[in-house]
């Protein structure tokens, strides 16, 4: 079964970095594309990187473009989130989510569970 | 930018009530429209992907519809689990989600 299990969360200092892991098993994860996604304390979901199967293809959203850089290792099967110069407001758990996509869909089919990021002085 | 407008932004509704939640797209997304479920302390759950297709797993009571710039998701009859909050997506130009439906228990 597909399983997405995230680290690297914890508390930490405006202006500093943090780098978030996701594992991935059971599917052919070079084969998928890859999302991080967030959701801080109360509130909705937002939408942050993207990663195409061969690590090719980047994109961001606008409130973490050229502080987060989204990478991957097929060969361990891992995506990571590396954050910099971060922001109160990144305060949020940040899930990893498995790309399905075609000429006529495109959806997040498997989630991990989540790590907490805080940032606080 | 699109942005995903959804209402209500909260109900209270009954077991056995028909739930219909409206979800609009700020430009036309052609059928670029998922639904997901997530319950409190627990990740997003896919529940509809294209507008109208159910994942697999997820009850038939749960269907979507609609074109363009609006959008529905209809229980047609809520069960004690589907106590949730509801988010729409868009994925027809990058990723947006609205920003949440919670349907409570009356």
């Known amino acids: 079964q597909v399983q997405l299990v995230e680290s690297g969360g914890g508390v930490v200092q405006p202006g500093r970095s943090l780098k978030l892991t996701c594992a991935a098993s059971g599917f052919t994860f070079r084969s998928f594309g890859m999302h991080w996604v967030r959701q801080a304390p109360g509130k909705g979901l937002e939408w942050v990187a993207v990663i195409s199967d ?68 | 930018d699109i942005q995903m407008t959804q209402s209500p932004s909260s109900l209270s509704a009954s077991v056995g009530d028909r739930v219909i939640i409206t979800c609009r797209a700020s430009q036309s997304i052609s059928s670029f429209l998922n639904w997901y479920q997530q319950k409190p302390g627990k990740a997003p759950r896919i529940l509809i992907y294209a507008v109208s297709n159910l994942q697999s797993g997820v009850p038939s009571r749960f269907s979507g519809s609609g074109s363009g710039t609006d959008f529905t998701l209809t229980i047609s009859s809520l069960q004690p689990e589907d106590f949730a909050t509801y988010y729409c997506q868009q994925s027809y130009i990058t990723w947006t989600f609205g920003q949440g439906t919670k349907v409570e228990i009356k």
């Open chain 1, 54 to 121: 061969d690590g090719s293809n980047r994109y961001y959203a606008d409130s973490v473009k050229g502080r987060f850089t989204i990478s991957r290792d097929n060969s361990k099967k891992t995506v990571s989130l590396q954050m910099n110069s971060l922001r109160t407001e990144d305060s949020a758990v940040y899930y990893c989510a498995k790309r399905r996509s075609s000429r006529y869909e495109d959806y997040f089919d498997y989630w991990g569970q989540g790590t907490l990021v805080t940032v606080s002085s």
